[in-house]
């Protein structure tokens, strides 16, 4: 009986398959397009990248957890062998043993796996989505222990009468209904949507990515793509951001069905700990909902935080493919305070197995509602008059930018036309606490040496909170006008101590045809001690804790030349317990403090518990919205200080005749 039934289930399975692969791509393929057509030649060469980005990138970060790498090891690998080795086996009739013995270890390692799948399902933490994905253990076992036992008779473990005499047409029944579950949760449930959506997506995902760059390949390891995509703001016929469901690239929309609910990102999100009204896994599956239509009810994950108070419990949002995200009065797919809660730290991003963009998806909607209904809440709309008006958020006089200097006698760009470093202030320079930073940094420089200018009242805000803010406009309006005066004068590198300027600066500006080599101050120094230029006394203090901030490290990949740096000064420092790549973020980015969405707590205050869980007197910190932010903590027990004042408290007194002349005027290269 099995003999005739297995093909027909397997052949049906596969053409089902089919049939809601095609109306799945044709789903994805509503959104937007971006960029010319691929071609056959171009969707040839993006699927032949999967299986180095599966086993490689993804697998990269599924590793953190190694309970779930092995499982999803044995699971995934287990189930993709084992549905290639039935097709030729049960379907084609090809008894081999030497294709019935891959069959049998393949189903066999995939049934073990299974087993770790039901023992993470007992207790699931808090994080994992429930509801139908409950059920995928006893999917995964009936699928891969049915095929085990049919594939049995095919090596001659047992003899096939097993199945077909008087009382195996039952055994037969039993194994053919744990076949039909199987393919119909894990393979059906591929194309169809179910749990199992997220491995035919995800695979596609990898393929078309938006940021193909992130991916290693033969040529070496892939690099941090995290800068904003721009918008084209000279054609009268584009929207300005992400309305409805269908405004996102057909990418993005791909991405939002590889999500596996896993919860890795609401894990780390710091506005979810903070009770503010962002589950970035919720957010993700609103999407999803939004791409077909319907509301959250079914939704069996954490809420969004400020979901279950009246008004706004599940099942009230909902939506379609082209109504608004976001709307005007009432309830739509989300709620804009949901949207505004994001500080973009792309800690989301960074832990997601899937490679989804969060943050991209935020922004776009973000510019919607800034650019189409000028709808920024808190000090959003102020802050942007500030920068059309004065060029900075704050709204001072733009020729008070060297007001903090007076007594410095910095050289200007304008008078020298060259300079081996351009140091940026940024808008810390109108900041009477940044002002200590950059003053000490001044000091830095000038023991060390270094030929530098800075452009003076020539400097505009970078355009980074217009940006995150969605405002897009007054971003490339600033940037071209930076990017214009820079072009005036000669110099080798861009110095900053404020990462979101150096991410925007050198990552941003390009697109805009804004090319610079450009460095955060804590790497320059570091460099300056390494060729001898810097000499430090020894540190007396006590213990230091070090604070990642999220656009220097996540965004750009430095975190080992602030510790460089502090190791030089003679501190050892003691980490956290979310440092470097997982660092919580203080809550200064993405406009967040403009916005000032209301949570259970604040989260530079979260910040600030880590930094007394180490014992730490003091947490340096990189970043001017860092000590801004931690230093706002009531009843903090560190004290928060910049790295460049801790150097230019440490520097020590070198007499010009210990040391060789070639030390003292080495320079830099450039790399």
Same mark, same amino acid.
């Given at each position: ?358 943050? #991209?998806?935020?922004? =776009? %909607? *973000?510019?919607?509602? $800034? @650019? ?8 959003? !709309? /102020? +802050? ?42 940024? #808008?810390?320079?109108? =900041? %009477? *606490?940044?002002?200590? $930073? @950059? ?8 023991? !060390? /040496? +270094? ?46 101590? =404020? ?5 925007? @600066? ?166």
């Amino acid at each position: 009986m099995l003999d005739t039934l297995l093909p027909i289930l397997l052949f049906s399975a596969l053409v089902l398959a089919g049939i809601g692969a095609v109306r799945r791509i044709r789903l994805w393929r509503q959104g937007r397009r971006e960029g010319p057509p691929l071609g056959l030649s171009g969707v040839l060469r993006a699927l032949s990248t999967v299986p180095r980005r599966y086993m490689v990138d993804l697998h990269h970060v599924v590793a953190r957890d190694r309970y779930i790498a092995h499982t999803h090891v044995a699971t995934a690998g287990g189930f993709v062998a084992a549905m290639l080795l039935a097709v030729p086996v049960h379907g084609l009739g090809l008894d081999s043993p030497w294709l019935g013995g891959p069959l049998l270890v393949a189903s066999g390692t995939m049934f073990v796996g299974s087993l770790f799948v039901a023992r993470r399902r007992r207790r699931p933490p808090a994080r994992l989505s429930r509801g139908a994905f409950q059920r995928l253990p006893k999917s995964l076992m009936a699928f891969s222990l049915s095929f085990f036992l049919i594939t049995l008779p095919v090596v001659g473990v047992v003899p096939a009468a097993v199945l077909t005499e008087w009382g195996g047409w039952l055994l037969g029944l039993v194994l053919a209904a744990g076949i039909v579950w199987g393919l119909a949760e894990l393979l059906l449930g591929m194309t169809w949507g179910g749990p199992m959506k997220h491995a035919f997506a995800g695979a596609l995902h990898l393929a078309f990515h938006r940021r193909g760059e992130r991916f290693s390949s033969a040529r070496g390891e892939g690099v941090r793509s995290t800068g904003l995509k721009p918008l084209d703001l000279d054609d009268p016929t584009a929207k300005l951001g992400v309305e409805t469901p269908a405004d996102f690239i057909w990418t993005q929309r791909l991405g939002f069905d590889a999500c596996v609910q896993c919860g890795r990102c609401e894990a780390v999100c710091p506005a979810f700990a903070a009770g503010q009204p962002l589950n970035p896994k919720k957010l993700i599956q609103d999407m999803v909902i939004g791409m077909t239509g319907g509301s959250d009810a079914a939704y069996a994950g954490s809420p969004h935080p400020s979901q279950g108070r009246e008004g706004n419990s599940p099942g009230e949002h909902q939506g379609n493919p082209h109504g608004p995200i976001v709307a005007r009065e009432g309830k739509a797919l989300v709620d804009a305070e949901t949207l505004w809660s994001c500080t973009t730290c792309r800690a989301c991003v960074e832990e997601c197995p899937m490679m989804i963009e969060h943050v #991209d998806a935020i922004v =776009d %909607m *973000r510019r919607f509602l $800034t @650019l189409e209904h000028g709808n920024t809440p808190g000090k959003g !709309a /102020e +802050v942007l008059d500030n920068l059309i008006a004065t060029d900075n958020p704050g709204g001072f006089a733009p020729g008070s930018r060297l007001h903090w200097a007076a007594d410095l006698n910095l050289p200007q760009m304008s008078e020298v036309d060259e300079a081996e470093v351009l140091l940026w202030l940024g #808008d810390g320079a109108f =900041d %009477m *606490r940044n002002q200590r $930073t @950059l003053r000490a940094l001044v000091k830095v420089l000038r023991s !060390a /040496e +270094v030929d530098f200018a800075v452009l003076g009242d020539e400097e505009r805000d970078s355009g980074d909170v217009a940006r995150r803010l969605g405002d897009e406009a007054t971003f490339q309006s600033l940037a071209r006008r930076n990017i214009a005066t820079l072009s005036k004068y000669r110099f080798r590198r861009i110095v900053t101590c =404020d990462p979101h300027s150096f991410h925007v @600066l050198g990552n941003e500006y390009g697109a805009l045809g804004g090319d610079y080599r450009v460095q955060h101050h804590s790497t320059f120094i570091a460099e300056l001690y390494d060729i001898g230029r810097l000499s430090f006394a020894p540190w007396r203090g006590g213990r230091v804790t070090y604070h990642d901030p999220c656009y220097l490290g996540r965004y750009n990949g430095e975190f080992e030349a602030p510790r460089r740096v502090l190791k030089a000064l003679g501190i050892e420092v003691v980490e956290m317990a979310r440092s470097g790549f997982r660092s919580r973020c203080c809550g200064g980015g993405g406009g967040a403090p403009i916005t000032d969405v209301p949570g259970k707590q604040r989260i530079p205050d979260m910040r600030m518990q880590d930094v007394g869980e180490t014992g730490a007197e003091l947490v340096a910190v990189s970043c001017p919205q860092c000590t801004a932010m931690l230093e706002g903590v009531v009843d903090a027990t560190a004290e928060v200080r910049d790295i460049a004042e801790l150097v230019a408290d440490a520097l020590a007194e070198v007499l010009p005749s210990g040391e060789a002349p070639s030390q003292r005027h080495q320079t830099v290269e450039v790399m």
